[in-house]
Every structure is written in structure tokens, then in C-alpha cells.
């Protein structure tokens, strides 16, 4: 199947910084990629959908200024979590539809936030 | 908007054993449902999905089944292993947006 990378795996920042995540479909063009947060033995809550070329379309609740998304190309969005506090720490994760077959997600292998 | 609910939470099986998980939807515009097995500190991966116009999909030891009328899907592993041990979530997806989950199913195969 279809490859979502994301990076970094898992990252320490200290209350205050802020933090990148990449997420890149490795192997298709992806016009539209999808930001997940997941809370410990949780399950997955969508927080925006990622549009190369335009603006994120955020989830209610998702604070657009806190999370901020760029989806510069059709292989790499990134979500920047801006002044991170220690209730930003969670497990990000990106997923983008794969080719042509549309439904399909792929997921990258998430990234671990720890704000200390 | 598009609600899932999953059932049961947790499971557990003896090696061998089938286990079974069951999710139901409320958009009736949902077309693709997918199931993903999520491992301690992984990305979810995609195991099977299943698409409004098939009723069942089978694939090796994991099959899934959906019924459209009563808007309920399920997820069937025969001859469990301890390797099929994992947090399992279904997913639906109303067209063209993002997949909504339900709240996963942690499966324990003690052998």
C-alpha cells in the first residue's frame, strides 16, 4: 500500500516552544492530508483537514492559531503545534488518501509530543 | 454528522478462538469502511475495508461483513493468534471527508 512518513517520531520541548511535524506521502501525490491527535487508549479525534495550495478546514474545538498546517506541496504537510504547553502533549498523527482509490486512508507512524 | 460506535471495548480470546467486533454508523451517505490495528506507540494500519456496494470481503483470517439497512458493520478474525493482539478501530467515512472512528477495541490472544 501507499506510504505516509511523519517526523519527528517523538520529541521533548519545553513549555512555551514551539514545535514542526512533517508528515509526507512517499510514494503518490496527496491533495489532501488529515491531522489526527490521540490521547492514551484513546481514539483517534480528527483536528483539520490539510489542502495543498489553501487554507486548513479545522474541526470545531481546534484552536487554527495553536495548530497551525501548511500544505505546501502534494507530498508534505506540516503541523506546528505554536507556544506548546504541557496539555499539548499527545500522539499527532497524519494520513493521507492513497492514488486513486478514494476512502482509502494511509496513516504515517505517528509522532509523540511530550512538553515538559 | 457522522457518529460510529464500536463494541465491545475490550476482548479477550484464547489463542485459537474467533474473535468478533462490531461497529454501527448514523450517515447513511457513508460509503467506506475501513479497520485498522493500532500497536502500543505505532501509526494505525489499514487491515481490511469494505465499500457500501459488498455485502462481505474476506480476506485470509479476517473478514468483514455490512449490513447497509441496519447501518452496521463488523470484523471477524478466525484462529487468533497472539500476534493479533492490538487496539482495533473501525472507521467510516460519509463521501469525500475525513474517516470518523469509533473508540477501539483492545483484543488480548492469550495462548
Redesign the interface.
Same mark, same amino acid.
Given at each position: $500500500?501507499a506510504v505516509v512518513s511523519?517526523h519527528p517520531s517523538r520529541v521533548i520541548c519545553k513549555s512555551g516552544t514551539s514545535v514542526k511535524i512533517e508528515c509526507r506521502s512517499l510514494d503518490f501525490q496527496a491533495t489532501t492530508m =488529515?491531522w489526527y491527535r490521540q490521547f492514551p !487508549? !484513546? +481514539? /483517534?479525534m /480528527?483536528m483539520a *483537514?490539510s489542502n495543498e495550495g489553501s487554507k486548513a478546514t479545522y474541526e470545531q474545538g481546534v484552536e487554527k492559531d495553536k495548530f497551525l498546517i501548511n500544505h505546501a506541496s502534494l507530498t508534505l504537510s506540516t503541523l506546528t503545534v505554536t507556544s506548546a504547553h504541557p496539555e499539548d502533549s499527545s500522539f499527532y498523527?497524519c +494520513?493521507a488518501r492513497g492514488g486513486t482509490n *478514494? $476512502? &482509502?486512508? =494511509?496513516? $504515517? &507512524? $505517528?509522532s509523540?509530543l511530550t512538553v515538559l | 454528522g457522522e457518529n460510529v460506535e464500536q463494541h465491545p471495548s475490550t476482548l479477550s480470546v484464547q489463542e485459537g478462538d474467533s474473535a468478533v467486533i462490531k461497529c454501527t454508523y448514523s450517515d447513511s451517505a457513508s460509503n467506506y469502511f475501513p479497520w485498522y490495528k493500532q500497536e502500543l506507540g505505532k501509526g494505525p494500519q489499514l487491515i481490511i475495508d469494505i465499500r457500501s456496494n459488498v455485502g462481505e470481503k474476506k480476506d485470509q483470517r479476517i473478514a468483514v461483513t455490512l449490513n447497509k439497512t441496519a447501518k452496521h458493520f463488523s470484523l471477524h478474525i478466525t484462529e487468533t493468534q497472539p500476534e493479533d493482539s492490538a487496539v482495533y478501530f473501525c472507521a467510516a467515512n460519509p463521501a469525500g471527508t475525513a474517516l470518523i472512528f469509533g473508540k477501539g477495541t483492545t483484543l488480548s490472544v492469550s495462548s
Open positions: $500500500g511523519q =488529515f !487508549k !484513546k +481514539s /483517534l /480528527l *483537514t498523527i +494520513s *478514494t $476512502g &482509502e486512508l =494511509f496513516f $504515517g &507512524e $505517528g509523540r | -
